[in-house]
């Protein structure tokens, strides 16, 4: 089991809503992604925090955003949910998200919006 | 762009049979790394291996083991002796630095089901 936390794991919303979702990153690590993986499918990069700012973006429309904290944590931001927003996401935590550094995943939010 | 195809959705073994998973990947970066993750039913990726671009050497840690052919921009990796736990969804994933972050590029997955 990694030191990655994600809150909630189940989500319903309703279509036009918003949502924050909750991911606190293994201790010693500073870069945090995010990503939405479909049913079915592989997991999508939404975007990367690297010590409080966002430093590369997938492509995703600007209603997805985020936040990372002093302590590393973060959050996903989604508004105006469409019923396509409706997936598994997945928060990964590393050191300097650097390409030769394994990402720790945690268990995911399902969100389902109707 | 990068590209990772896991041509195979989903596949069905009888325990203790060996299986192997292919991966194939596309990239115009010269410096690269790949992985394999699991995926279990609770959700949550777990981490197998890396690779970087440099090091074709193959390996073999327990039960896995894993081929890379570069010549080929093959990443497969094979179960040796499967059992009733490894079955899951296995993802191969490809990592470049992109602008100073790392973009990871995933599989679509491949469905493993070990049969008791």
């Known amino acids: 089991e990694t030191g990655v936390t994600q809150s909630p794991t189940h989500l319903i919303k309703t279509r036009g809503q918003q949502v924050t979702l909750r991911c606190s990153s293994q201790s010693g690590h500073n870069t945090v992604s995010w990503y939405q993986q479909a049913l079915g499918q592989g997991p999508q990069f939404i975007f990367q925090?690297?010590?409080?700012?966002?430093?590369g973006r997938g492509n995703f429309p600007p209603r997805f955003s985020g936040l990372q904290f002093p302590n590393y944590s973060s959050e996903l931001n989604v508004n105006a949910l469409e019923l396509d927003d409706s997936a598994l996401y997945l928060c990964a935590s590393s050191y300097n998200g650097h390409r030769n550094t394994e990402a720790f995943f945690g268990q995911g939010t399902r969100l389902t919006v109707v | 762009a990068q590209k990772v195809t896991q041509a195979q959705t989903e596949i069905s073994v009888v325990e203790k049979e060996d299986v192997t998973l292919d991966c194939v990947y596309e990239?115009?970066?010269?410096?690269?790394?790949l992985f394999w993750y699991k995926q279990p039913p609770s959700g949550e990726l777990v981490f197998l291996i890396r690779r970087n671009s440099f090091d074709e050497q193959n390996e073999i840690s327990g039960r896995y083991s894993w081929n890379f052919q570069k010549s080929t921009s093959s990443f497969n990796f094979t179960i040796t002796a499967s059992q009733v736990v490894d079955s899951a969804v296995y993802f191969c994933?490809?990592?470049?630095?992109?602008?100073?972050?790392?973009?990871?590029?995933f599989g679509t997955g491949t469905k493993l089901q070990v049969i008791p």
């Open positions: 994933a490809l990592s470049e630095a992109t602008g100073g972050y790392q973009k990871v590029t």
């Open positions: 990239t115009r970066d010269t410096t690269y790394y």
């Open positions: 925090y690297y010590r409080e700012e966002e430093n």
